[in-house]
C-alpha cells in the first residue's frame, strides 16, 4: 500500500507560503493528509490558518486548517515527511542542519542555499558563514530547478527552491548558453521587470500603494540577490552578464527581456528546436512560435516558464522574453514541483 | 457504465468563454472529454483554440484544442448533451429554441432568457418579444441560481444562468428578504461596484485602459438591465429597491454594499444565523462572522460568493457587503455549478 | 506698498505635505516668498526637500529648498505670517494654542480642531479633551470650508481644513438641506469610496500595494472620524445619516454616491437651479447637467469639487454624486483656498 | 506694444491634444487670447471643448470654450499665427503644405515631418513620399528637441515635435555619444517601458482595461516607428542600437534603460560632468546625483526629462535611466516648450 506523504509548512503568513497552502491543499497526492501549518515557536498560540487567509475558508468556515507553533516534536508526533521552508532567509540558515538530523526532506524557498561558491554569497552576508555545519549543509543542497537537475532532485535531502527572477534568466537562457552559441565576450543583459508581491509582505516604503501604483523604478543594479544564481547555474562570469530588476506596478509576474548576441548567425528555426529539444519532458516550459513573445497575462496563476523570442534579421542580435509568476514558477509552484520529481509524481501534479 | 457528458461551448472568446473553458478542461467529471468549442457558422476556418486564449496551452502547444465553425449537425455528430451558450443575448434568443427541440440542455450565460415578466425585459428590446416560440422557450427557463433553485436545475432543459451583480445582491438579500425582516417600505439600496470584464471584450470608450485606470463611475442608475432580475428573485417591487453600479479600475470582482432597515431591531446573532440556516446546504456561499466584512480580493478566481454584514447599535440599520469574482460566480463558474446539480455530481465539483 | 505673506509648513513629507509645498511655490501671491519649511525638533539637521520629494527639483537641483527644525524662534525671525500644519492630529492639538499666542494665523489639516461639541470629537480621544487651553483654541477655530463660512474665514486666526470625505459628502449635501427639501427620517446614505493616499504615507498592512491593488473593501462601517462633520455642518443628527468609505486601488480621489429622499417630488430643474444658486460665487465648485454624473478622472489634480446628481422618474429618490481630489480639495488645495480668502485674494489663485 | 500671439489646435480630442489645451489655456503670454480649437471641417457642429473633455469645466460650465470645424478661412479671418497639429501624422503631411502656404507657423506632434532620411520614413509608408511638396516641406522641417536645436527651433516655420520614446532616449544619450565615448560596435540596447496613453484614445484590443492592466508586454520588437529617430538625432547605424518598447500597465510616463559600454573607463563624476555641461541651459531636463536613478512617478505631470546613471565598477558598463511624461515633454509639453524658444520667450514658461 502506497505510504502518504505528511508535509509541512513552516511560515505560511507571507504571499508564497499562501500559495504554498493553497497548492498542498489541492494536490491529489496529498488528499485526506492536510499539510501541518507551522508558526513562530514563541507563538504559543494556535491560530485558524482562514484567519491570516479569509480566502482558505469554505462554507464551513475555517475547515480545521490551524497555524501550530513550531516544535520538533511535533513534527515527530505528526510524522513528518518533508519539511517546506517559506522564511527569511536567516531562519532557514539556522533550521535546516536540524531538520536534516531529523531526517527530514527539506524543500527551502529562501535564497538561504541556493549558491555553492562563497563569494557569490556574500551578499547575504550569512552570520553562520564558512561553519562546518553551513559547508556540510551546503554540500547537500541541490538547485531545485527541475529543468536542469531532475536527477539530483530525485533523491535529494535539501532543495534550495530557485529565485523568481533566476527562473525567469535561467530558463531562458540555458539552452542557448548550453549550446556555446552566445558570445558572451559582447555580455548578456537581461532587463527584468517584477509585480510587488516578489517584495514580500512587510509593508515599507516601497510596497506601499502610493509608491508602486502608476510607477516604474528599477532598483539593485548592478548588485541583485539573485545574480549569483545566473552566474552558477548558466556557468558564466559576473562580467558577461548585466541583470537589472524593475518593480511594476502590479501584484504579481515577471518579465524578463533577455538580450544576446550570437557568435555565428542563427536561423529563427535552429533556436526554436534548440528550446523545444532541451524542454522537450519539461511539462511546467511554454515555448512561443518564433517572433510570437509571451506577456504577463498569460502566465500568471499558472506555474508556466512562457518562453519567445525574436531573431534580427542579421541572425545574430536575438531578443528572448520570458514571462512567469513569482509566487508560483518563482516560489510555491516550483517548491510543488520538486515535491512531486522527490517523490516520482507526474511533474506538474496538482499544478494545471 | 456511467456515460460521460459531452459539452460544446459556443462564444469561447470573450472573458466568460475563457473561464468557462478553463473550468469544463480541468473538471474531474469531464477527464477525456473535452469540450466542443464553436464559433460562427459563417468562419469556415477550424482555429486553435491558443491562438484565441494563449494561456491554455501547455508545454506541447495547443494539446489539439479547435474552434470549429457552429452547425447543429457538428452537435449531432459529436454527441453533445450540454450546450453552454457564452454569446450576446441575442445570438441565445436565435439558438435557444432549435437548441431544445435537438434535445440538447442548454446552459446560457447572456440575459436572453432570465426574466418571466414582460415588462422586465423590456429594456433589452428584444425582437421575437412576445414571439409563440419565445413565449414557450421562457417557459422552460429555470434562473440558474442553485443556492434557491437546487432542484429545478437538475431537471432543467435551459437554463438562464444568472447575471453577474444580480448574484451579488440577490444571494446577500435573500436570506433576510425570505424572513420577512426588510422594512421594504424603507427601500433597500445596492451600490455595486464591478472590474472592468463584466463591460466585455469589444473595445469601447469605456473599456479603454485610459478611461478605468485611475477612476471610478457610475453608471446604468436608475435603468440597469440587471435589476428585473433583482425584483424578479427578490419579490420585490421596482419602488423597493435603487441598484447602483460603478465601474471599478481592477480586471475583475463585484462587491456590493448594501443598506437596509429592518422591521424590528435584530441582534448580530440573528441575522447570522438567519444566513447560515439558508445556506447550509449550499457550498459556494461562504458566510463572514457578524462585523468582518468580505473584500474583492479573497473572492476573486473563486467561484464564492462570500457575504458580511454590519448591524448598527439600534439593531434596525444594517449594511450588507457581498462579493464574488464577476467571470466565475458571476458567469462561468455558477455555469459550470449548474451543470453540476444537473448531473448530480457534487455541486462545488471543478470549482476548488 | 503691498506686504507680501510669509507662510510655513510644518509636516511637509507626507502626501497632503508635498502637495501644499508644490502649491505654495507656484502661488503668484507668493512669488519670491517660498515656505518655510519645518520638520520636527528633535531633528538637528537641515534636510533639502528634494531629496524627501526628488518631483520638487528643477534643473539646478534642490532649488535651495530645505526643511529646517522647527523653533517658534525660526519663526519668529523669519517673520512667518501664516503656518500651515500638515500634522497628525496629536501634534496640532499641541501646537495650535502657542501658535495662536505668537500672532500666527493657523490653518490646521488634521481633524484636531474641527468638531465643536464633544461628542462628536470623542472617537479621537485627544489627551488634552476639555483642558481650558483645548476649549479656548476649539473656539477661535472656524471650518475651512470657504462655500459654508467664507465670511469667518477672512478673519479666522484659526483653520480647521476639513476632511476629505467630509468635503465631498458635505458640499453635495448642504444645498438641500439647507433647502429643507431632503426627508432625513428616511436617512441619507453616503457610499463613498477613496484613494489611498487617503490613508497616509505610512507603511501598513492596509496601504500595501497588495492590499490595496486589485481590491475593493469598506471600512470604518457605523463609526469613521469624518462622521462628526457631517453632523455639524449638515445639523444633523447621527441617526439621519450612514456613511461608508470604501479603500479604491487608485492613488487619488474620492467619488461619494448620496442617496436622498425628498419630502416632496421635485424636477430636475429645481435642484439644478438650488445648486447654481448656491454655489454661484464659488469658484471651486462644477455642477454637471442633470443625469451627467461626475467621475473621479475629471476631479483629480484639479481644486475642484464636481457634483452631479439622477433623479428618479417620481421625483422624490435622488442620487447625487460628487468627486474630488483629496490631496487638494480634501486636503492641502483647499487650505489655499483658505488662505486667499484670509488674504482677500482671488479665491482659486493659484489653484487653476 | 508686444502683439499677442494667437494660437490654434487642430484634433484636440485626443491626450496630447488635451493637455495642449490645457496648457495653453493657462500659458501666461497667452492670456486673454485663447487657442482656437479646430474639428474635422466636415463637422458642421461647433461643440463646446467641455463636452469632450469635461475636466476643462470650470465652475461656470463651458466657460465659452469652443472646437469650430476647420477652414483656412477662419484662421485667417481670426489672425492665427502657430497651428498645432494634433492630428494624425496622415493629416499633418495633408495639411503642413497648405499651412506654411498662408504664412502660419507649424508645430506638428505627428510623426510627418521628423524624419529627413527616405530609408528611415519608409515604416511609415507615407502616400506622398517624394513628392515635390512633400520634399519641400521635409527641408523646412526642423526637429523640435529645444535641448539639441534650439537655435534653428527660433526661426522655424514648421517643427517636427519629437516622438515620446525618442525623447526619452536621445535626450539620455546625446550627451554621451556627442563626446564619442559610447563603444557603437558593442551596441546601445534601450529597453524602454511608456504607459497606455502612448498608444493613443482610440478603442483596440491592446488599448483594453484588460489586456494592457496586470500585464506588461514588449511590442514593435526591432521595428518600432521612433527608430529613426534616434539614428538621425543621435548619427548612429541601425546595427549600433536596440531599441525595445514595452506596454506598461499605467496611464502615463515613459521609463527607457539604455545599456552603454564605454571605449575607455570614466569614472562617474565625468560622466556627471559631461550631462551638467550639455544641459547647463536646458531648464527642462533634470539631472539626478550620480548612482541615484529617477523614477516615473517624478516626472509625470511636469515637462521634465529626468536623467540619472549607474556606472559599473569597470567604469565601463554604464546604465542610464530616462524618465519622461509621454503626454507633456513626450508631445504636449515639448510642443510649447518649441512655441516660447519661438517667441523668445523663457523656454519654461507655462511648463511649471
Redo the contacts between chains.
Keep these: 500500500m502506497k505510504k502518504t506523504v505528511q508535509t509541512a509548512v513552516m511560515g505560511v503568513t507571507g ?1 508564497a507560503g499562501m500559495e504554498l497552502a493553497r497548492l498542498l491543499l ?1 494536490h491529489p497526492q496529498l488528499k485526506g493528509v492536510p499539510p501541518l501549518f507551522l508558526g513562530r515557536a514563541e507563538t504559543a498560540d494556535t491560530t485558524a490558518l482562514t484567519e491570516i487567509h ?2 482558505l ?3 464551513n ?1 475555517s475547515r480545521g486548517l490551524k497555524v501550530e507553533p513550531f516544535s520538533w516534536q511535533l513534527l515527530k508526533d505528526r510524522g513528518v515527511d518533508v519539511l517546506f521552508l517559506a522564511t527569511p532567509h536567516e531562519h532557514s540558515r539556522e533550521m535546516a542542519a536540524e531538520a536534516l538530523e531529523h531526517g527530514l526532506r527539506v524543500i527551502d524557498l529562501s535564497g538561504a542555499w541556493r549558491l555553492h561558491h562563497a563569494r557569490n554569497r556574500a551578499v547575504y552576508k550569512f552570520e553562520d558563514e564558512g561553519s562546518a555545519t553551513a559547508v556540510s549543509v551546503q554540500a547537500k543542497s541541490v538547485y531545485g530547478m527541475p529543468e536542469l537537475h531532475r536527477n539530483e532532485i530525485k533523491d535529494a535531502e535539501l532543495i534550495a527552491n530557485p529565485g523568481c527572477y533566476a527562473t525567469s534568466v535561467i530558463l531562458a537562457l540555458k539552452p542557448l548558453v548550453a549550446q556555446g552559441w552566445i558570445d558572451l565576450d ?2 548578456i ?1 537581461s ?1 527584468s ?1 517584477s509585480g ?2 516578489g517584495a514580500g ?1 512587510a ?3 516601497k ?12 532598483y539593485g ?2 548588485g541583485h540577490r539573485h545574480t549569483g544564481e545566473l552566474l552558477e547555474q548558466l556557468e558564466i562570469h559576473s ?1 558577461q552578464i ?1 541583470f ?1 530588476p ?1 518593480l ?4 504579481r ?1 515577471i ?1 524578463s ?1 533577455i ?1 544576446v ?1 550570437f557568435r555565428e548567425a542563427k536561423t529563427s528555426v535552429e533556436i526554436e528546436s534548440c528550446y523545444r529539444e532541451f ?1 522537450k519532458d ?7 512560435p518564433a517572433g510570437q ?10 506555474n ?1 516558464c512562457d518562453i519567445g523570442f ?1 531573431l ?3 541572425g545574430r ?1 536575438c ?1 528572448i ?1 520570458s514571462c512567469l509568476d513569482n509566487l508560483l514558477k518563482g516560489a510555491a509552484g516550483q517548491a510543488v514541483q520538486n515535491l512531486n520529481v522527490m517523490y516520482g509524481w507526474s511533474e506538474s501534479e496538482g499544478l ?1
Excluded at 510596497?207 to 528599477?218: C, G, K, R, V
Design positions: 504571499y489541492h479569509p480566502q475558508m469554505d462554507n468556515g559582447r555580455g543583459i532587463d521587470k510587488v508581491s509582505k509593508p515599507s516604503a510596497t506601499h500603494f502610493m509608491y508602486a501604483a502608476d510607477n516604474l523604478s528599477a543594479v548592478f562580467e548585466i537589472t524593475h511594476l506596478p502590479i501584484p509576474g518579465l527581456t538580450y548576441s524542454y519539461s511539462p511546467m516550459v511554454r515555448l512561443f513573445l509571451p506577456q504577463i497575462q498569460y502566465s500568471v496563476h499558472t508556466y525574436h534580427a534579421s542579421d542580435r531578443i522574453v494545471e
